[in-house]
């Protein structure tokens, strides 16, 4: 969108003041001061006198534009991890170097494991020895507290004494036997009973010890197996922390991986775009180190609030990366595209003059030419689309420009290669000519301005 403000204005009173310049040079007598009236006017000073110009016209274009949003960010990996070793030890090798490719589990880092492997044969005997007591062979599952053989022996002690007291009762009751040896035999059952529980108890706790032993030699299994530190994740090798021979402690960083493909490319956009940007829009971008390339991406996540402070939301755009071109870190500066108009009014961006910052075409009307100011768009290739001044049917010159003012007769033909030809070199142009470039750089055209007086 172009918005008015106080250039163009400023263009428009100096559009004026040139075209009433023109009038006042028209109807000033001949051999007034300043030698006004002298000779011929040269082909840029207008008026009905004046010697008619030739251009090339072309009608107003009716064409489909894409509308975008300007986004600018940083690409940045998804998927970065800071690697460190979960085991102290010393390096005994790196594998790995900065920027080399790695896969999931791939060996990064070897520890010695001479320490570790002491440690894990220590608890390795310390469980071999609790399986025993608990009557565990190599393989078999720990058996039920029943069938254990201190179980087992404390149980037949005290089916015995409640057997033997059973029978000192009975003889007790006939008179066979004395009062002492029934208590004896009481006696005996309570402290076999107590020795079953204490039996039933020890074979618990040396289930909960069998327990924390297996857990230790787990532990120190996994330390042994983790003194190789291997890659989470597929990714590029950015940073190498570590060097053979050095002794690092627990969670010492060794090295950092980023995942190359896709990358994210994370922009602000301004709260008023919020209506118009969604999921799975296409991007186009580009960046410094591939200045003539053209990338694209889509965007994948959008943040649902708005940043007080920027008044802008975050946008993150996933971007295939496969030949790894792209690396992290680069800055980015391209479109969103969010839709296509049809049907819009344009015109060639070689109609189009420029003059303090207003954009102008001339219309041609009944062989004469009229300077109409315009209110200019989009871009799309080489149209320039016209959201005010015009009304779709005009026929606009398209070459000779700078010799045209309000009100120049015109004659239809000559084409660029007569454009070409009115260079500064050519005797017929006088000083009541108009100067300025083409402009053919920035896309538009330069509108001049008047010089001097006509002779």
Do not use: W
């Not at 490319?265 to 209506?275: D, I, P, Y």
């Not at 819009?344 to 109609?351: D, G, H, I, R, S």
């Not at 041609?364 to 768009?377: F, M, P």
Request: aromatic share 4%.
């Amino acid at each position: 969108m172009v918005h008015r403000s106080s250039f163009y204005y400023l263009g428009v009173i100096a559009l004026l003041t040139l075209n009433l310049a023109a009038c006042t040079q028209e109807g000033a007598p001949k051999g007034a001061g300043g030698g006004a009236g002298r000779g011929n006017r040269g082909r840029g000073g207008g008026g009905g006198g004046g010697q008619a110009v030739s251009v090339r016209t072309i009608p107003v274009q009716r064409i489909s534009v894409q509308r975008s949003v300007e986004l600018s960010g940083t690409l940045v990996s998804p998927d970065q991890a800071r690697v460190s070793s979960e085991v102290a030890g010393i390096v005994r090798d790196v594998l790995v170097e900065i920027g080399q490719e790695v896969s999931v589990g791939q060996e990064l880092v070897r520890l010695d494991t001479t320490e570790l492997n002491l440690a894990l044969q220590r608890a390795e005997s310390s469980l071999r020895q609790t399986e025993a007591q608990l009557g565990i062979t190599e393989g078999k599952p720990v058996p039920a507290e029943e069938q254990i053989a201190a179980v087992r022996t404390a149980a037949a002690n005290r089916d015995d004494a409640r057997s033997q007291l059973a029978r000192a009762k009975e003889s007790f009751g006939k008179g066979l036997s004395s009062r002492a040896d029934f208590d004896t035999a009481e006696t005996r059952l309570k402290v076999t009973e107590a020795a079953y529980q204490a039996a039933i108890e020890n074979v618990r706790a040396l289930k909960a010890s069998l327990q924390d032993r297996q857990a230790a030699y787990d532990l120190a299994k996994k330390k042994v197996e983790d003194a190789i530190i291997r890659a989470p994740l597929a990714g590029a090798i950015s940073e190498r922390t570590v060097q053979r021979g050095e002794f690092i402690r627990e969670n010492t960083p060794v090295v950092t991986i980023v995942r190359m493909s896709p990358l994210k490319l994370r922009t602000g956009v301004q709260e008023k775009h919020a209506n118009l940007i969604h999921k799975n829009q296409r991007v186009d971008f580009k960046v410094e180190p591939y200045p003539n390339d053209m990338f694209h991406g889509t965007i994948a996540f959008i943040s649902p609030s708005v940043d007080q402070a920027s008044r802008t939301f975050t946008a993150e755009i996933l971007v295939d990366n496969p030949g790894h071109r792209l690396k992290p870190g680069f800055f980015a500066k391209g479109d969103i595209l969010v839709n296509r108009d049809e049907n819009v009014l344009a015109v060639p961006e070689e109609t189009v003059s420029m003059l303090a910052g207003v954009s102008s075409v001339y219309v041609i009307e009944n062989g004469a030419v009229k300077q109409t100011a315009i209110q200019i768009g989009e871009r799309e290739g080489k149209f320039i689309e016209v959201v005010g001044g015009l009304k779709g049917d005009e026929i606009l010159a398209a070459s000779n420009l700078n010799e045209l003012v309000s009100g120049s007769k015109v004659t239809v033909g000559g084409g660029e290669e007569e454009a070409t030809a009115t260079d500064g070199s050519n005797p017929q142009r006088g000083n009541g000519e108009r100067r300025g470039g083409t402009g053919r750089g920035g896309g538009r055209r330069g509108g001049g301005e008047g010089k001097g007086n006509a002779q």
